[in-house]
C-alpha cells in the first residue's frame, strides 16, 4: 500500500537508503534533510528534497499540510560521546525536534508515525537477547533523548490516537548492494567505518576498544544489520501502519553477536589484507554484548532479513568506501 511520506533526515545513511526502497515501492517521497550530517547526494532522485532544520515549524507545517500520510523520523544526532560532552545539545535536536514534529503531526492530522531508536536505550544488560519488554536503562544522554521521544510517542498515542512504530536499531552497517549510497557521516564512530578506513589508506590502524570483556574473545559483541534489511524493515513497518497496524516498538537486528575480532578477520578475508590494530582501553560508555531478540518484528511484520552475513555486511562496506574516495 503506497502513500506520500516524510522522510526527515532522508539525506543520511539509513534515511536515505530507506527513501530510496520506499520510491522503489511506489511511495511518494518527500525528504527534509538539514544536511548537518547527511549529504544531498545521497538522497535519491526520485524523492522531493526540501533543505531545512525540523526546528522550522512554519516549514513544516508546510510539508504535513500537504497531504502526507505518515512520517518516518530519522533525523538526529547519534554519537555517544558528543552526547555526553553537550547534553543539552543532544536533548534539543533529538528530543526537542521530536516534541515539534510531533506536535505538528498532531495539528495537521498526520497519524501515522516511524521513529529511528537505538538498542542503546537497554543500557548495559545483564543478560542478552534483550526483548523490547526488557528494561530500559539509559547510559548516555544520546539514549536518554532517544528514550524521551519514545515516552512522548507512547503518550501522544494515547490522547490523540496517532499510531506510530518505534523501531531500535542494533548496529548498522554495509552499503547499498548496486553501490548507490554508503556510511559518508564525517567523523564516524562505529567500528566497520573505521575499518574502512584503515584499508582505505584513511587512517594508520584501527583501536580494539578493550579485549577483557566477558565474550569469546574479550572484544565487544553487537548484533550487525545490512542497512538494506534494516531499510526493507520500515517499508514492512509503513505497510502495518497503512492497513491499520498497532502501535508497536520492535528490536531491528539478527538475532546473532559477532566480536570486534570477527569484524575484523571478516574484512582482512573480503579485503585479503591484514588490518593493523593495537589494543586500546575500553571506551566510555561501552558494553560487552548487544544482541536483539527479533521474535516479535518477525511475528509483527512477517519481516526476513536478506542479507544476514557478515562478509556482504562488510564487504558493501569496503565497496562503497573505495568508491567514495575514489570519487572525491
Ligand atoms: C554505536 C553507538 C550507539 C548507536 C549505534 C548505532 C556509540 C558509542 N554507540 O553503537 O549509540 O545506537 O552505534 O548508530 O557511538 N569498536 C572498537 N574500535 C573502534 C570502534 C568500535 O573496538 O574503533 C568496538 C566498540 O567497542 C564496540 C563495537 O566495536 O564493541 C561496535 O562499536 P560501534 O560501531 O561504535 O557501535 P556501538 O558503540 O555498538
Known sequence: MSGRVLVTGGAGYIGSHTAQQLIDAGNDVVI???????????????ARFVQGDLADR?????????????????????????????PLGYYRNNTLNTHGLLQACIERGVDRFIFSSTATVYGDPASTPLRETDPTQPISPYATSKLMSEWMLRDTAAAHGLRYVVLRYFNVAGADLKGRRGQASRNAT?????????????????SIFGDDYPTSDGTGVRDY???????????????????GGASEVMNCGYGKGSTVRQV?????CVANRRIPTEVAPRRPGDVAELVAD?????????????????????????DWERKRIRAS
Open 58 to 86: 512554519g516549514l513544516l507545517d508546510d510539508i504535513l499540510g500537504s497531504g502526507v500520510d505518515a512520517v518516518l523520523h530519522f533525523a538526529g544526532s547519534i554519537v555517544v560521546p558528543d552526547s555526553v560532552a553537550d
Open 225 to 243: 544489520i545490512h542497512v538494506t534489511d534494516l531499510a526493507n524493515a520500515h517499508v514492512r513497518t509503513l505497510d502495518h501502519l497503512m492497513a
Open 294 to 318: 527479533v521474535s516479535r518484528i518477525r511475528e509483527v511484520l512477517g519481516w526476513r532479513p536478506e542479507h544476514d552475513d557478515l562478509e556482504l555486511i562488510v564487504r558493501t562496506a569496503l
Open 264 to 268: 575484523i578477520a571478516a574484512l582482512e
Open 32 to 46: 527534509l534533510d538539514n544536511l548537518s550530517n547527511g549529504d544531498r547526494s545521497m538522497a535519491p532522485d526520485g
Open 190 to 206: 562505529h567500528l566497520i567505518k573505521l575499518a574502512v578506513e584503515v584499508l582505505t589508506g584513511q587512517r594508520d590502524r584501527l
